[in-house]
């Protein structure tokens, strides 16, 4: 898939994620963050404009600039992950295919901005990356046993389990703590035990250096929080454009134009467009909210079982 995504579109595009990658010292780096300043910010109703010409019309001259507009973000979110073990440089190219999913399934109708769209892919690709190269995360396949290997730590503090090989008591508390299987639990808990290199080994020689944990920042939220809203954001994307799609096109049109969208459409103007009465404007709003809301829920209450 990422590599239909990235055949699809422009070589600029494809260029500054080679770059990106191959950058391998300092300099290089900052080169490829001052070449990628020359792109201006666009605005909201320039977003639109480029993002409608890519979808309708696969406008290649459109994509690039709405793509490389976006360059900028990708870095900031890169650097805020740079203490992962992970070179920057990587976490920038991972960032820019993100980029470029995003470009793929953004649709400019739905009223939200591109760059906020764009966020969630780019801190999900940064997020793969980051797993595939902490070896203790790669026997961690479902979404499960990811939960556990990010959250174990603050399951046993929240329940004040201070030992390091899990009776089955303490195995059954974190699994009802964490919503996961008693197997996932005992299973990562035992590899995580494992593991050769503790985070709380002096990340250097030196007898006054500090432990790895202490190195990581800790001013922002925390990655296992972080994945676990993106997956959450993630899925309430999907669940929305679903049965948003489900609506009848007066109601969908009605919706967004008065909850997904910025600025907010008034009763006023909605009733002249459609010919109808203020009253019924808000009346197939809230008939429309309530369908939605339903559905979504219900869905979401199904893939839960």
């Given at each position: 898939?990422?590599?239909?995504?990235?055949?699809?579109?422009?070589?600029?595009?494809?260029?500054?994620?080679?770059?990106?990658r191959?950058?391998?010292?300092?300099?290089?780096?900052?080169?490829?963050?001052?070449?990628?300043?020359?792109?201006?910010?666009?605005?909201?109703?320039?977003?639109?404009?480029?993002?409608?010409?890519?979808?309708?019309?696969?406008?290649?001259?459109?994509?690039?600039?709405?793509?490389?507009?976006?360059?900028?973000?990708?870095?900031?979110?890169?650097?805020?992950?740079?203490n992962?073990?992970?070179?920057?440089?990587?976490?920038?190219?991972?960032?820019?295919?993100?980029?470029?999913?995003?470009?793929?399934?953004?649709?400019?109708?739905?009223?939200?901005?591109?760059?906020t769209?764009?966020?969630?892919?780019?801190?999900?690709?940064?997020?793969?990356?980051?797993?595939?190269?902490?070896?203790?995360?790669?026997?961690?396949?479902?979404a499960?046993?990811?939960?556990?290997?990010?959250?174990?730590?603050?399951?046993?503090?929240?329940?004040?389990?201070?030992?390091?090989?899990?009776?089955n008591?303490?195995?059954?508390?974190?699994?009802?703590?964490?919503?996961?299987?008693?197997?996932?639990?005992?299973?990562?808990?035992?590899?995580?035990?494992?593991?050769?290199?503790?985070?709380?080994?002096?990340?250097?020689?030196?007898?006054?250096?500090?432990?790895?944990?202490?190195?990581?920042?800790?001013?922002?939220?925390?990655?296992?929080?972080?994945?676990?809203?993106?997956?959450?954001?993630?899925?309430?994307?999907?669940?929305?454009?679903?049965?948003?799609?489900?609506l009848?096109?007066?109601?969908?049109?009605?919706?967004?134009?008065?909850?997904?969208?910025?600025?907010?459409?008034?009763?006023?103007?909605?009733?002249?467009?459609?010919?109808?009465?203020?009253?019924r404007?808000?009346?197939?709003?809230?008939?429309?909210?309530?369908?939605?809301?339903?559905?979504?829920?219900?869905?979401?209450?199904?893939?839960?079982?």
């Amino acid at each position: 898939m990422k590599k239909q995504i990235k055949n699809t579109l422009p070589a600029t595009q494809n260029t500054s994620i080679i770059a990106a990658r191959g950058v391998s010292d300092e300099s290089g780096l900052a080169q490829y963050i001052q070449s990628i300043q020359k792109y201006p910010i666009l605005s909201a109703e320039e977003e639109y404009e480029f993002a409608t010409q890519w979808t309708k019309h696969h406008d290649s001259v459109a994509a690039e600039k709405l793509v490389a507009s976006h360059l900028r973000l990708v870095v900031s979110v890169a650097y805020d992950f740079k203490n992962y073990g992970v070179p920057v440089a990587d976490l920038i190219a991972s960032g820019n295919m993100g980029l470029m999913q995003a470009l793929q399934k953004f649709d400019p109708e739905r009223g939200f901005r591109f760059s906020t769209y764009a966020m969630f892919w780019i801190k999900a690709e940064i997020y793969e990356t980051i797993l595939n190269n902490w070896s203790i995360v790669k026997i961690g396949t479902s979404a499960n046993q990811k939960r556990v290997f990010f959250n174990l730590a603050r399951a046993k503090r929240a329940l004040g389990i201070m030992d390091n090989n899990l009776n089955n008591e303490q195995t059954k508390q974190i699994a009802d703590f964490l919503n996961v299987s008693e197997s996932d639990v005992s299973r990562m808990s035992t590899r995580i035990g494992a593991r050769d290199v503790s985070l709380n080994a002096p990340a250097h020689n030196d007898p006054d250096a500090h432990d790895i944990l202490s190195n990581l920042s800790d001013d922002k939220i925390g990655i296992e929080d972080s994945i676990e809203q993106l997956e959450f954001k993630k899925r309430g994307y999907e669940l929305l454009r679903k049965h948003l799609a489900d609506l009848s096109e007066r109601d969908r049109e009605i919706l967004t134009a008065r909850r997904l969208s910025e600025p907010v459409a008034t009763l006023e103007s909605l009733s002249q467009k459609y010919g109808i009465s203020r009253e019924r404007v808000r009346q197939i709003e809230e008939r429309a909210y309530n369908k939605l809301r339903e559905a979504i829920l219900k869905d979401a209450d199904g893939g839960n079982k």
